[in-house]
């Protein structure tokens, strides 16, 4: 029942349950259908629905604070707080990463943590960046590698900035033409818009007005750029993590030298599909580290932090 009062209050502060679902990595329908189950359980209306919109009932508004007390005993329940100082130090700091990191940023960054000596354990927790956001609000992980949340930083976590990924168009090698031609005469290999660096391509496809036809759809940037090596498609991804070169302009079809190798893609001997940069203004992805205030106690996290900060720092 502490998930279903943690939607409560979640729906509660957001006025909205497709913006519950996007902080809590759930549906709207789930989160409908858990908001149900609570005030059958509370035998009370907690909203007023009026089509897509929500507001707190009477009841809704009395019983907010108390949801937010329960929810608060429960995580002092579960809490650091009653560990020894020893034992704290040597518990596995929990650390979520979306794909990209894994393959792109965290074996650096955790060569320099090894380095530093005997290190807690670190249990790393694969996932997508809203899937990611969730663990951390159910305490499931102390810290997360991820997009910055379109939606906000919560109140008890901390954002710290790693760096700007630029994205840039790819399509199969030997693809002619400019973006518009690749988007009239290939299928679109989506990165997923349910996650927060897809929604921004879907952001900028609108803006632009770039109508594509709809291919395969999924969620990670490197998987997409197999997928377009395999001609399945041409694509819009961030490019620095999966070791395409930040300036497009250099590979692009028009573009009669060779691309130069920069520093994020020393271990690729060869740009193997065509790339294009985008018109308009840079788009980017923020990535960084949100972390739980709690967990930013343990001497360990903060230095864990510190070497993702200088891995990131060294890739600029």
Same mark, same amino acid.
């Given at each position: 029942?502490? %998930?279903?009062?943690?939607?409560?209050?979640?729906?509660?502060?957001?006025?909205?349950?497709?913006?519950? =679902?996007? $902080? &809590?990595?759930?549906?709207?329908?789930?989160?409908?259908?858990?908001?149900?189950?609570?005030?059958? #359980?509370?035998?009370?209306?907690?909203?007023? $629905?009026?089509?897509?919109?929500?507001?707190? *009932?009477?009841?809704?508004?009395?019983?907010?604070?108390?949801?937010?007390?329960?929810?608060? #005993?429960?995580?002092?329940?579960? =809490?650091?707080?009653?560990?020894?100082?020893?034992?704290? @130090?040597?518990?596995?700091?929990?650390?979520?990463?979306?794909?990209?990191?894994?393959?792109?940023?965290?074996?650096?960054?955790? %060569?320099? !943590?090894?380095?530093?000596?005997?290190?807690?354990?670190?249990?790393?927790?694969?996932?997508?960046?809203?899937?990611?956001?969730?663990?951390?609000?159910?305490?499931?992980?102390?810290?997360?590698?991820?997009?910055?949340? %379109?939606?906000?930083?919560?109140?008890?976590?901390?954002?710290?900035?790693?760096?700007?990924?630029?994205?840039?168009?790819?399509?199969?090698?030997?693809?002619?033409?400019?973006?518009?031609?690749?988007?009239?005469?290939?299928?679109?290999?989506?990165?997923? $818009?349910?996650?927060?660096?897809?929604?921004?391509?879907?952001?900028?496809?609108? %803006?632009?007005?770039? !109508?594509?036809?709809?291919?395969?759809?999924?969620?990670?940037?490197?998987?997409?750029?197999?997928?377009?090596? @395999?001609?399945? =498609? !041409? *694509?819009?991804?961030?490019?620095?993590?999966?070791?395409?070169?930040? #300036?497009?302009?250099?590979?692009?079809?028009?573009?009669?030298? @060779?691309?130069?190798?920069?520093?994020?893609?020393?271990?690729? *001997?060869?740009?193997?599909?065509?790339? &294009?940069?985008?018109?308009?203004?840079? &788009?980017?992805?923020?990535?960084?580290?949100?972390?739980?205030?709690?967990?930013?106690?343990?001497?360990?996290?903060?230095?864990?932090?510190?070497?993702? @900060?200088?891995?990131?720092?060294?890739?600029?």
């Amino acid at each position: 029942m502490i %998930r279903y009062l943690k939607t409560f209050v979640t729906a509660a502060e957001t006025a909205s349950f497709s913006a519950a =679902g996007a $902080r &809590l990595g759930l549906t709207q329908s789930a989160v409908s259908a858990q908001i149900q189950r609570l005030e059958d #359980d509370l035998g009370v209306q907690l909203f007023e $629905r009026t089509g897509r919109a929500v507001s707190l *009932s009477d009841d809704g508004r009395r019983l907010l604070a108390q949801a937010q007390g329960v929810i608060a #005993d429960y995580h002092a329940m579960r =809490g650091e707080a009653g560990a020894s100082g020893q034992q704290a @130090a040597l518990a596995p700091i929990h650390v979520g990463a979306i794909l990209t990191v894994q393959l792109g940023l965290l074996p650096g960054a955790i %060569r320099r !943590w090894t380095a530093l000596g005997a290190m807690p354990h670190l249990n790393i927790v694969p996932g997508m960046s809203v899937q990611l956001l969730a663990q951390l609000d159910a305490r499931e992980l102390d810290l997360a590698v991820m997009i910055r949340p %379109r939606i906000g930083v919560p109140a008890d976590m901390k954002w710290l900035p790693l760096m700007h990924e630029p994205y840039v168009a790819i399509a199969p090698k030997g693809t002619r033409g400019e973006v518009p031609d690749w988007a009239a005469a290939l299928p679109f290999v989506r990165y997923n $818009r349910r996650s927060y660096g897809g929604d921004l391509v879907e952001r900028y496809l609108r %803006r632009h007005r770039i !109508w594509v036809r709809e291919g395969v759809e999924l969620d990670e940037p490197e998987v997409i750029l197999r997928m377009v090596r @395999a001609g399945l =498609g !041409w *694509s819009i991804v961030p490019a620095t993590l999966i070791g395409l070169p930040v #300036d497009a302009k250099a590979s692009s079809s028009q573009a009669p030298k @060779a691309p130069k190798a920069p520093k994020v893609s020393r271990a690729r *001997s060869a740009i193997d599909v065509q790339l &294009l940069p985008l018109a308009g203004a840079p &788009l980017t992805r923020e990535l960084g580290v949100l972390v739980r205030q709690s967990a930013l106690k343990r001497a360990a996290v903060n230095t864990l932090m510190k070497c993702l @900060a200088n891995e990131a720092g060294s890739r600029a």
